[in-house]
């Protein structure tokens, strides 16, 4: 469920434009930094093409090469040590419907190749097969990498850059578009409550400065992270400045550079920079820890040998853990 008014001309525009190309089969290449809506915009021009087939999202950078070339192509039995049965990849799956490649920037010089060859053909090979089988599908790409930099210092192929760059629409920061952050605050804030079962919660009118004020380094993300917090976390109705202890970017204290690479943890994970009030970190880590351990419990079906193994740790080490937090 999303939001797709706006009242900023730039989102109009591309919201336009995408209702525009979502019928053809042309790439469109979604650009903007991270957080901006870019999987959103992708899903909604699948939804506007009203393709036969699926959508089917694949995240580039999170997984290893060989285990993202099967998951593209898919493989047949016996392929590589492991391939115990045929798998059809994504591009198959996708067949009259639509591919997302998320975080395209950050393919490896050998997929870029094999890309660049299923866009010209039409057609894939799973691994351990010489069989071509035939594709029509709706390429989305996505990175927040400027891809021309990239092409121009050799990490990414001019050629496949220009199969993918036919319709490039880039997302704006929500700084540049500070007239949404009321309409998605109060559209998150809502859902929020919703979802939580919660009296509905509302604004007063210096908090909703605050929220337009504040840069967003995270854009539509960190703004949602936010407001999930503040939903779970203020006792009171009406959530006001007080509440809502944004981190302090304009610090008078001056920010080491290697600090302003490390802040990226923060963005990485959605943490809370430190706010004026500062804030409390060991409630902080000891949420994360617990909740990674309830997780772990839940995927594993309560047994402590994987679900200690499914976050590195040792049996003994989890089993620790589990009674410090009284979750045994
Ligand atoms: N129009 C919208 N309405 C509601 N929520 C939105 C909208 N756009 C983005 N979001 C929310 O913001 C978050 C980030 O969106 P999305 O994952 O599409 O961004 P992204 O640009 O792909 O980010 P990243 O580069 O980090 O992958 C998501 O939680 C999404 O639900
Ligand atoms: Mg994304």
Redesign the pocket.
Known sequence: M???ETHNPQMKKIYELAKKVAPSSSTVLIL?E???????LAKYIHFCSKRKGPFVPINCAAIPEELLEAELFGYEKGAFTGAIKSKPGKFELANEGTIFL?EIGDLSPKLQAKLLRVIQEKQVERLGSERAIKIEVRILA?T?KDLEKEVKERRFREDLFFRLNVIPIK?PPLRERKEDIPL?AK?FLKRICEREGIEEKTFTPEALEKLINYPWPGN??EL?NLIERLVILSENNIIGVEDLSLPSLDSKFPVRESLVKEKDILNKYALPDISEEGIELNKILREIEIYYLKRALEIARGTKTKAAKLLGLNRTTFIEKLKKYNLV
């Open positions: 999303y939001l797709l903007g991270s957080g901006t809506g870019k999987e959103v998320d996505a927040n997302l998605l559209f539509i993300r949602e």
